[in-house]
Each structure stands twice: as C-alpha cells, then as structure tokens.
C-alpha cells in the first residue's frame, strides 16, 4: 500500500470525467448514460488553490496617482457610457460648537453693591446691639427714671403682641407655600379674594376701635381692599392660564429633597433678627431723634429681609433652572452656600431695583385705568410708563433665574432674560401680564392684615394707646415674613418662563405656553391690556 496503490485512481478519475466507459471500481453501481459523477478525491490542504492560481494568474495589484484616462468618445469607437442620475446624498455637516456659559462661576457679582451692604449690615448690627444695650442698661441702673417707666411699659404692653404676630406670620407664610404647592390652581384664586375680604374686615375692625390713628388705618386698608378687589376683576381672563402655569411650575420641587430649606431658614433668620430690631426700637424710642433713627432701622430692616427673600429665590432657581436647561440634579446646599457668597451682590442690588419697579407698575396700572380723558391723569399715566420703562431695561425680577444658572451680574442678568423674550413672539406681552408677582404680593397683603387683626385686638385690650403703632408695625412684619416664604413658588414659575424661552423644544415643557400664544396670535385669547403692552386689546 504504497504510493503505487494511490496513483491508479486518479489516473481513472479523467478518463471516466470525459465519459469514458472504463469499469466501475467495486462496490459502485455503473454509472448511466447522461450522468455525472463527482468523485472526492484526498488531497493535502492548499492543493485546490495552488491548482487555481497556475491556471488563471491574477495581477499583482498597483497603486498609481496618475490621473483616470478621459471617457472615449463616440466617434473614436467608443461606447457612450449610461447617462448619471442624480441622486440626492445628505451632507452630515459637523454642529457648530455651541459656547454654552459657565455654571460654575467664581466670581462675585455686583462687588460694590455687596460691600455696601455688608457695610450697612454691620453698621445695622452695632446700631441694634448700641439701642439693646441702651434699654437695658436705663432699666437696671435707672429704674425710677423716666425712660426706664417708658421702656417696661414698652416690654410689657408694646413687645407682646409685635412677637405674636411675628410668630403668627411664621405659621403663615409655611401655611401658604405648602398650600400653593398642594392646590396650585385652586389657590390663586383663593389669593385674589381672600386678600379682598381680609383687608376689608380688618380695616372695619380698626375703624371700630374709634382712636383717630386706628380709623385712619382702617380707612387705607378699606380703600386697599377696595382695590384689590376691582384688580381681581380685572384679571378675571388671566387667572386660569396662571393657575396652569403655578400647577405645571412648582411640579419639579417634589423631586429635590429639602428644596424649600433654605426659605424656612431665612424666616427662622427673619424671626430673630425682628425680634432683636424690636429690642432696638424700645431702646431708640427714648434716643436723640427718634422719628429718624427708627426710620433708619425699619429702612434698614427692608433691606435685609429682601435680601433674605432673594437669597432663597437664587436657591431654588439655581436648582430648578439646572433640571430645566441641563437636566441636572443640584445639591441644594451648594446652590444655597452659592447664593449666600458669589451672588450675594445681585440678590443686594436686585433687593434695591425690584420693588421699585413693582411698585411703578402698580401706579403706572393704577394710573392707566384712571386717566381717561383728563390730560393731567394722561400724563402722569406716560410720565410713569417712561420711567419704568427705563428702569425695566436693567433691571427686572426675571434676572434672578440667569443671575442663579450662569453667575451674571443683576443688569446683565436682566438684559439677557429680556433678549430671550424678545426672540420669541409674543413673548414679552406674555410675561409683562403675569400675574404671579402680584399673587405673591397679596399673600403678604393678607398675612399682614391677620397678623394686625391678633395684635392689633390684643393691644386694645391691654393699652389702647399702642394700638395703632402696633397694628402698622405688625402688618410690617407679617408682609415681610411671608414673602420670604414665597419665594420658592415664585422662584418656580420665573424658571419657568426664562428657561422655556431658552429652550422651547425642550421634553420638560407641555404646551401651555405654545397654546397660549397660538392663540394671541390668533386673536383667539388675547391678553389684558397692559401699559407697557396696550396693543393686547381684550376681546373674546
């Protein structure tokens, strides 16, 4: 069984290939005419393909960078070729790189206007603890003096009821936050009626304790409830797209545990910062001026507690203004440690420029509905628009969303907020007739007007003589602490609108704001007339 014996088969295998009629080799039936029969021969690997390449060599392959030679024509001899069809290839184009602003931002914001204030809040801390110290001291050292007399009867009769209603406004302030977020859409009404009624009973209620200073008290806040009434009227059409907006807005808090923290800080702040400023009145009621110096201390007691307001609306907006543009999660704490140290400045100068613009629209409203055909109302009217007009332009309460997300200066912050309106039609008039501002307002509005009804009737029923003051100073104060609550719902709805105009396709949004103004555009829904927007014609 050697080579020999494996030779004679493939001699065989040609043969019977070309239709020879050789034997079969055993075991095999013959094969018939007209068949073929394929035999499968050993063979040692790489013999097939070797057997190939001898037969039909292929050319090595060459790389040139000559030039393909041109298209023979048809009168060389040359076949035409077959015409192109076009067909449509897309461009995949690199985006452009996109400079997104900086989060993160390390520098301090309004520089000038943050030293100012910590100047003045140092100052304020030594005035406050120079009056405490004073008070003290005339009561133990001089306790038959004349102004130690004053200042008991102050601890005793005057103090009491300014503290009850600090703490009242306390319960108030979380009772209205957590009622807005619970009920957004039922509550905005609630709001605009309840300050009407509140207001209204209690200016009676100082009317009937008959003091000349109480029926002055409960004369203006009549007049005021008066006016809130005819304004909840009047934004009757507005109501229910800003329920919708308030419902969709304050939606994301649930999702950042401890997010209304630092707004319940601040009233804790506001609390004993009040309660110790009380102190300080007792003191500089029996100082050198005392009409001034508490002036003084009540301007300055303004200023802090919108400062505390502001910081806890850069908190939240920082952190519900990140979910909206980058979809992030924000730690709270550093949003808050943010607030209280790089954009302290804006929160100071945002302090300064936002209730004077909202107290101008309020007159510049006021005024619109007046004027009528008296040329003097008419120009009061215009007068007032042009000024808040300018103001309006560097500066406004929707800066605090860029000021927060992007670390900007309050007027910057203020003038990019308003760009991004402007991209958007109908846009401006949208947010101009917000009434979100005013909601809140009135909700200090009514916390004030409770707190004055405590201690205001606990004051006429211990010493008639303190009544008025304690009633003004009590409604200070409610005012004051409540809105420091409401600045997380505020917050939310100011992120809201800025950060849907930034983004406007964006999956966090519902149509709300896109059907809104669909149908202004439409004629469908306009808008209430506002004096910065009068071409809103109300309609049906």
């Not at 102050?154 to 979380?174: K, Q």
């Not at 419902?247 to 994301?252: F, G, I, S, T």
């Not at 952190?319 to 943010?338: D, K, N, T, W």
Request: proline share 7%.
């Amino acid at each position: 069984m050697g080579a020999a014996d494996n030779a004679a088969p493939r001699q065989d295998v040609p043969e019977r290939g070309r239709g020879g009629r050789g034997p079969a080799p055993e075991g095999e039936p013959e094969a018939k005419e007209g068949e073929v029969k394929v035999v499968v021969v050993n063979e040692p690997p790489g013999a097939p393909v070797a057997r190939l390449q001898a037969q039909r060599p292929l050319a090595p392959l060459q790389v040139t960078t000559q030039a393909p030679p041109p298209p023979m024509s048809v009168a060389s001899g040359g076949v035409e070729p077959p015409p192109q069809v076009a067909t449509f290839q897309p461009v995949m184009q690199t985006p452009p790189q996109v400079a997104f602003a900086s989060l993160n931002s390390r520098v301090y914001t309004n520089g000038i206007t943050l030293c100012v204030f910590l100047v003045h809040l140092v100052a304020a801390a030594c005035a406050v603890g120079f009056f405490v110290f004073r008070a003290v001291k005339d009561i133990v050292q001089h306790p038959r003096s004349h102004n130690a007399r004053h200042e008991r009867s102050l601890l005793r009769d005057w103090l009491p009821p300014v503290e009850g209603a600090a703490a009242l406004s306390i319960v108030l302030a979380f009772a209205w936050q957590k009622a807005v977020r619970a009920w957004p859409r039922a509550m905005v009404r609630v709001i605009l009626w309840s300050s009407f009624g509140v207001t209204l009973a209690v200016g009676a209620l100082l009317m009937c304790f008959s003091m000349p200073a109480t029926v002055g008290l409960g004369v203006a806040m009549v007049m005021f409830s008066i006016g809130t009434g005819l304004y909840a009227c009047w934004v009757t059409r507005r109501v229910g797209f800003t329920a919708r907006v308030f419902e969709r807005a304050v939606q994301p808090v649930d999702k950042f545990r401890g997010l209304n923290g630092p707004a319940y800080l601040m009233v804790a702040a506001g609390f004993v910062w009040i309660s110790v400023w009380c102190m300080a009145v007792i003191g500089a009621a029996n100082y050198r001026f005392p009409g001034l110096t508490i002036l003084g201390l009540v301007l300055s007691l303004m200023w802090t507690a919108e400062v505390m307001r502001n910081v806890a609306n850069l908190t939240a907006s920082r952190v519900i203004a990140l979910y909206y543009l980058r979809g992030m999660q924000s730690s709270v704490q550093f949003s808050f440690q943010r607030a209280l140290s790089y954009n302290l400045g804006s929160a100071c100068l945002g302090s300064l420029f936002v209730p004077t613009i909202e107290a101008l629209r309020i007159l510049a409203r006021g005024l619109n509905l007046l004027e009528g055909e008296d040329e003097f109302m008419f120009s009061c009217a215009h007068c007032c628009l042009h000024v808040m007009n300018a103001i309006f332009e560097f500066g406004n309460s929707w800066a605090f969303v860029h000021i927060a997300a992007y670390g900007r200066g309050f007027v910057q912050a203020s003038r990019s907020t308003w760009e991004q309106f402007e991209r958007l039609q109908g846009m401006p008039a949208l947010v101009d007739s917000d009434i979100t501002s005013s909601v809140c307002f009135l909700t200090g509005v009514t916390s004030g007007a409770l707190c004055v009804a405590l201690a205001g009737s606990w004051t006429f029923a211990t010493y008639k003589h303190y009544t008025a003051t304690v009633s003004l100073l009590a409604f200070f104060v409610g005012y004051l602490m409540t809105r420091i609550g409401m600045a997380l719902p505020q917050a939310c709805v100011g992120c809201y609108y800025v950060c849907f105009a930034e983004n406007p396709g964006s999956r966090l949004f519902d149509s709300t704001i896109p059907d809104r103004l669909h149908k202004m555009q439409e004629a469908r829904d306009p808008l209430v007339p506002t004096p910065r927007f009068p071409q809103q014609h109300a309609g049906a």
